[in-house]
């Protein structure tokens, strides 16, 4: 069995920041990717960034040089630095994780955080 433990969230102002953390525990023989999904009030889930075994990070283009990830990988933990929010960076935010055990690859979801960018 396999955790995430999603953490961080909560509501900013407009401008602020925000640190959110995932740690994965469990079952996991070795972690590959490890990213942030969002889900907007009525809109589908879409990837935030990810970040590779490597380090490599990976950015869709609407949160390129605000948004920045990356991860621990002794603690299993991924991490994403929101700067300079907007009220329309509001939305849950999802970890995910693509591990391998006994041999099989697998994808696991976080719970949520709550991001609430409001004056």
């Known amino acids: 069995q396999v955790q995430l433990v999603e953490s961080g969230g909560g509501l900013v102002q407009p401008g602020g920041s925000l640190r959110l953390s995932c740690a994965a525990s469990?079952?996991?023989?070795?972690?590959?990717?490890m990213a942030w999904y969002r889900q907007a009030p009525g809109k589908q889930r879409e990837l935030v960034a990810a970040i590779t075994s490597g380090g490599t990070p990976n950015y869709a283009d609407s949160w390129k040089g605000r948004f920045i990830i990356s991860r621990d990988i002794g603690k299993n933990t991924v991490y994403l630095q929101m700067n300079s929010l907007k009220p329309e960076d509001t939305a849950v935010y999802y970890c995910n994780v693509r591990y391998e055990r006994d041999r099989r690859e697998y994808n696991y979801w976080g719970q949520g955080t709550q991001v609430t960018v409001s004056s």
């Open positions: 469990g079952r996991i023989f070795r972690i590959y990717d």
